[in-house]
Protein backbone atom coordinates (compact mmCIF):
# COMPACT_ATOMS: atom_id res chain seq x y z
CA UNK A 1 0.00 0.00 0.00
CA UNK A 2 0.97 3.40 -1.07
CA UNK A 3 0.98 6.44 1.39
CA UNK A 4 1.94 10.03 1.43
CA UNK A 5 2.72 11.83 4.56
CA UNK A 6 3.15 16.02 4.34
CA UNK A 7 3.70 16.99 8.17
CA UNK A 8 3.59 20.75 7.84
CA UNK A 9 -0.23 21.72 7.15
CA UNK A 10 0.90 25.31 6.84
CA UNK A 11 4.38 26.99 6.88
CA UNK A 12 4.77 30.81 6.71
CA UNK A 13 7.67 32.41 5.40
CA UNK A 14 8.67 36.02 3.93
CA UNK A 15 9.28 36.68 0.48
CA UNK A 16 12.73 36.25 -0.63
CA UNK A 17 13.25 33.50 2.52
CA UNK A 18 14.14 30.12 1.62
CA UNK A 19 11.70 26.97 1.60
CA UNK A 20 11.42 23.44 2.43
CA UNK A 21 7.63 21.66 2.23
CA UNK A 22 8.20 18.32 3.89
CA UNK A 23 6.70 14.98 1.92
CA UNK A 24 7.70 10.79 3.32
CA UNK A 25 5.99 8.14 1.32
CA UNK A 26 6.19 3.76 1.60
CA UNK A 27 5.87 1.72 -0.61
CA UNK A 28 7.49 -1.44 -1.49
CA UNK A 29 8.01 -0.73 -5.13
CA UNK A 30 9.52 1.00 -7.98
CA UNK A 31 7.69 4.74 -7.30
CA UNK A 32 7.37 8.01 -9.12
CA UNK A 33 6.81 10.61 -6.98
CA UNK A 34 5.97 13.86 -8.01
CA UNK A 35 4.85 17.63 -5.92
CA UNK A 36 1.77 19.29 -7.65
CA UNK A 37 0.66 22.83 -6.88
CA UNK A 38 -2.83 24.23 -6.51
CA UNK A 39 -3.71 28.04 -6.06
CA UNK A 40 -6.93 28.95 -4.31
CA UNK A 41 -9.82 27.57 -6.18
CA UNK A 42 -8.11 26.15 -9.14
CA UNK A 43 -6.57 23.08 -10.57
CA UNK A 44 -3.70 21.27 -10.18
CA UNK A 45 -0.25 22.08 -11.96
CA UNK A 46 2.70 20.14 -12.57
CA UNK A 47 5.70 20.81 -10.63
CA UNK A 48 8.39 17.71 -10.86
CA UNK A 49 8.96 14.54 -10.71
CA UNK A 50 11.47 11.59 -9.69
CA UNK A 51 11.36 8.34 -10.83
CA UNK A 52 15.42 7.35 -10.63
CA UNK A 53 18.69 8.60 -11.36
CA UNK A 54 20.00 12.08 -10.05
CA UNK A 55 18.00 12.02 -6.66
CA UNK A 56 17.63 16.20 -7.15
CA UNK A 57 15.23 17.03 -9.69
CA UNK A 58 14.53 20.63 -10.86
CA UNK A 59 10.83 22.07 -11.87
CA UNK A 60 9.13 24.74 -13.04
CA UNK A 61 9.48 28.37 -11.56
CA UNK A 62 12.79 26.95 -9.62
CA UNK A 63 11.64 24.67 -7.27
CA UNK A 64 13.63 21.31 -6.71
CA UNK A 65 13.28 18.42 -4.83
CA UNK A 66 15.41 15.84 -3.69
CA UNK A 67 15.07 12.04 -3.04
CA UNK A 68 16.26 10.06 -0.16
CA UNK A 69 15.18 6.23 -0.45
CA UNK A 70 17.21 6.01 3.20
CA UNK A 71 14.63 8.82 4.85
CA UNK A 72 11.72 7.53 2.07
CA UNK A 73 11.47 11.26 1.60
CA UNK A 74 11.05 13.66 -1.14
CA UNK A 75 11.20 16.98 -0.12
CA UNK A 76 10.33 20.41 -2.04
CA UNK A 77 12.83 23.29 -1.92
CA UNK A 78 13.06 26.78 -2.92
CA UNK A 79 16.08 29.14 -2.65
CA UNK A 80 14.19 32.67 -2.30
CA UNK A 81 10.12 32.31 -2.32
CA UNK A 82 8.10 35.48 -4.42
CA UNK A 83 4.03 36.00 -3.00
CA UNK A 84 2.80 34.26 -5.83
CA UNK A 85 3.95 30.94 -4.69
CA UNK A 86 1.85 31.49 -2.23
CA UNK A 87 -0.11 28.06 -2.53
CA UNK A 88 -1.20 24.72 -1.71
CA UNK A 89 1.28 22.19 -2.43
CA UNK A 90 0.60 18.57 -2.35
CA UNK A 91 3.18 15.55 -2.48
CA UNK A 92 2.30 12.47 -4.93
CA UNK A 93 2.92 8.90 -5.66
CA UNK A 94 1.99 6.27 -7.40
CA UNK A 95 3.30 3.16 -8.97
CA UNK A 96 4.38 1.51 -12.00
CA UNK A 97 0.93 1.54 -13.68
CA UNK A 98 0.35 4.99 -13.01
CA UNK A 99 -3.21 4.15 -12.50
CA UNK A 100 -2.98 5.38 -9.40
CA UNK A 101 -2.24 8.64 -8.19
CA UNK A 102 -1.97 8.88 -4.55
CA UNK A 103 -1.68 12.47 -2.77
CA UNK A 104 -0.87 13.65 0.50
CA UNK A 105 -2.76 15.81 3.05
CA UNK A 106 -1.36 18.83 1.21
CA UNK A 107 0.86 21.74 3.08
CA UNK A 108 -0.28 25.68 2.74
CA UNK A 109 2.44 28.03 2.05
CA UNK A 110 1.64 31.62 2.76
CA UNK A 111 4.13 33.95 1.39
CA UNK A 112 4.35 37.29 3.56
CA UNK A 113 5.79 40.46 1.69
CA UNK B 1 -1.61 21.39 -27.94
CA UNK B 2 -3.76 19.49 -25.31
CA UNK B 3 -6.66 21.19 -23.55
CA UNK B 4 -8.70 19.53 -21.23
CA UNK B 5 -12.53 21.19 -20.05
CA UNK B 6 -14.82 20.08 -17.15
CA UNK B 7 -18.16 21.53 -17.10
CA UNK B 8 -19.96 22.91 -15.51
CA UNK B 9 -17.77 25.44 -13.72
CA UNK B 10 -20.29 25.55 -10.32
CA UNK B 11 -23.58 23.54 -9.45
CA UNK B 12 -26.15 23.81 -6.40
CA UNK B 13 -28.07 20.93 -6.21
CA UNK B 14 -30.79 19.71 -3.61
CA UNK B 15 -29.93 16.42 -2.26
CA UNK B 16 -31.25 13.54 -4.17
CA UNK B 17 -31.57 15.22 -7.33
CA UNK B 18 -29.31 13.73 -9.98
CA UNK B 19 -25.78 15.05 -11.60
CA UNK B 20 -23.96 14.74 -14.09
CA UNK B 21 -20.57 16.41 -14.63
CA UNK B 22 -18.23 16.68 -17.59
CA UNK B 23 -14.57 16.42 -19.10
CA UNK B 24 -13.02 16.35 -22.12
CA UNK B 25 -9.63 16.43 -23.54
CA UNK B 26 -8.47 17.23 -27.05
CA UNK B 27 -5.49 17.07 -28.91
CA UNK B 28 -4.48 13.50 -27.18
CA UNK B 29 -4.85 10.09 -28.41
CA UNK B 30 -6.31 7.51 -25.87
CA UNK B 31 -5.16 9.00 -22.89
CA UNK B 32 -5.72 7.76 -19.05
CA UNK B 33 -8.43 9.41 -17.96
CA UNK B 34 -9.28 10.20 -13.98
CA UNK B 35 -11.86 11.71 -11.47
CA UNK B 36 -11.06 12.67 -8.41
CA UNK B 37 -12.85 14.57 -5.51
CA UNK B 38 -11.50 17.06 -3.12
CA UNK B 39 -13.43 18.01 0.03
CA UNK B 40 -13.27 21.84 1.10
CA UNK B 41 -9.45 21.89 2.55
CA UNK B 42 -8.90 18.62 2.17
CA UNK B 43 -6.60 16.65 -0.13
CA UNK B 44 -7.84 14.88 -3.67
CA UNK B 45 -9.68 11.10 -3.36
CA UNK B 46 -9.49 9.57 -6.50
CA UNK B 47 -12.29 8.06 -7.44
CA UNK B 48 -12.17 6.71 -10.92
CA UNK B 49 -9.87 6.10 -13.77
CA UNK B 50 -10.02 4.64 -17.67
CA UNK B 51 -7.74 3.82 -19.35
CA UNK B 52 -10.30 3.05 -23.12
CA UNK B 53 -13.20 3.69 -24.09
CA UNK B 54 -15.94 1.94 -22.18
CA UNK B 55 -13.73 0.80 -19.43
CA UNK B 56 -13.90 2.04 -15.87
CA UNK B 57 -12.48 1.01 -12.69
CA UNK B 58 -13.76 1.97 -9.86
CA UNK B 59 -11.38 3.33 -6.57
CA UNK B 60 -13.28 4.85 -4.08
CA UNK B 61 -17.26 4.04 -3.78
CA UNK B 62 -19.14 7.42 -2.51
CA UNK B 63 -22.18 6.22 -4.32
CA UNK B 64 -20.89 7.70 -7.70
CA UNK B 65 -20.48 6.62 -11.30
CA UNK B 66 -18.25 7.37 -14.12
CA UNK B 67 -18.27 6.48 -17.97
CA UNK B 68 -16.00 6.94 -20.45
CA UNK B 69 -18.53 7.04 -24.17
CA UNK B 70 -16.18 8.20 -26.36
CA UNK B 71 -11.62 8.62 -26.00
CA UNK B 72 -12.08 11.96 -25.42
CA UNK B 73 -14.84 12.27 -22.88
CA UNK B 74 -15.54 11.45 -18.87
CA UNK B 75 -18.19 11.78 -17.35
CA UNK B 76 -19.35 11.57 -13.32
CA UNK B 77 -22.90 11.11 -12.61
CA UNK B 78 -25.17 9.74 -10.08
CA UNK B 79 -29.02 9.36 -9.95
CA UNK B 80 -29.01 10.82 -5.79
CA UNK B 81 -26.51 13.59 -4.87
CA UNK B 82 -26.09 13.31 -0.80
CA UNK B 83 -24.46 16.45 1.04
CA UNK B 84 -21.23 13.86 1.96
CA UNK B 85 -21.10 15.00 -2.44
CA UNK B 86 -20.34 18.38 -2.01
CA UNK B 87 -16.52 19.55 -2.66
CA UNK B 88 -14.37 19.89 -5.90
CA UNK B 89 -14.20 17.54 -8.74
CA UNK B 90 -11.26 17.73 -10.55
CA UNK B 91 -10.83 15.50 -13.80
CA UNK B 92 -7.19 14.78 -15.36
CA UNK B 93 -5.07 12.83 -18.02
CA UNK B 94 -2.02 11.48 -18.39
CA UNK B 95 -0.15 9.04 -20.65
CA UNK B 96 0.38 6.29 -17.89
CA UNK B 97 3.29 4.83 -16.23
CA UNK B 98 4.88 7.48 -14.75
CA UNK B 99 3.52 10.21 -16.90
CA UNK B 100 2.92 13.61 -14.73
CA UNK B 101 -1.08 14.54 -14.47
CA UNK B 102 -2.50 17.33 -16.31
CA UNK B 103 -5.62 18.55 -14.29
CA UNK B 104 -8.62 20.57 -15.37
CA UNK B 105 -9.62 23.63 -13.92
CA UNK B 106 -12.46 21.87 -11.21
CA UNK B 107 -16.37 21.92 -11.08
CA UNK B 108 -17.54 23.10 -7.02
CA UNK B 109 -20.38 21.53 -6.09
CA UNK B 110 -22.66 22.53 -3.11
CA UNK B 111 -25.70 19.93 -2.57
CA UNK B 112 -28.09 22.17 -0.10
Known amino acids: TQTVSQSDAHVTVFEGDSVELRCNYS??????LSWYIQHHGRGLQFLLK??????VVQGVNGFEAEFSKSDSSFHLRKASVHWSDSAVYFC???????????FGTGTLLSVKP | AQTIHQWPVAEIKAVGSPLSLGCTIKGKSSPNLYWYWQATGGTLQQLFYSITVGQVESVVQLNLSASRPKDDQFILSTEKLLLSHSGFYLCAWSLGGGSDYTFGSGTRLLVI
Open chain 1, 50 to 55: YYSGNP
Open chain 1, 27 to 32: YGGSIY
Open chain 1, 92 to 102: AVTGGSGNKLI
